[in-house]
């Protein structure tokens, strides 16, 4: 087995329900569609049939990727990790140094990450940075848009 997976209880309830309604609902859907596509006559100028086999064709992926994931997983629980730095859930408050605004991230694995929600993974380059530093610290992130210089004000889970 690879890589080992660690997500939240949540999240593997999410994934868990999105792999079972696929397997239920979406691939009776899929061959419902394939079944009406391939009513409609001549398969090799189909194009609704090539449509819905390519459908199909994603749908298995997105299965084989889910049980994959959740092979692979470990529940981790904030409770379970040390206070005294950064880690996995932590929740970080940070202070832009060059625009001089507080920004708040909490790290997460890769397959839960959500920028919109604050969600950062801590493969990403400000996840890496920040791990393993405690408050006062200060970080710089190379990234593609140019350098970061964070201070850490707050750490909690």
């Not at 079972?20 to 049939?49: F, M, P, Q, V, W």
């Amino acid at each position: 087995m690879s890589d080992v997976v660690y997500l939240t209880r949540e999240k593997i309830s999410e994934l868990q329900n999105e792999l079972h309604d696929l397997k239920s609902r979406g691939r009776r859907e899929t061959a419902s569609i394939i079944a009406e596509a391939r009513a409609l006559g001549d398969l090799s100028e189909n194009a609704e049939y090539d449509a819905a086999k390519e459908r199909q064709k994603l749908m298995e992926l997105r299965i084989a990727s889910l049980e994959n994931t959740l092979t692979k997983a470990r529940i981790i629980e904030s409770g379970d990790l040390p206070n005294d730095k950064i880690y996995i859930l932590s929740v970080v408050t940070l202070l832009d140094l060059n625009r001089k605004n507080q920004v708040e991230y909490t790290l997460v694995s890769q397959e839960e990450s959500n920028f919109e929600e604050g969600k950062i993974s801590v493969a990403s380059p400000i996840g890496k940075a920040l791990l393993g530093k405690k408050i006062e610290d200060e970080v710089t992130v190379k990234v593609p848009a140019g350098t970061l210089k964070y201070k850490i004000l707050d750490v909690k889970r």
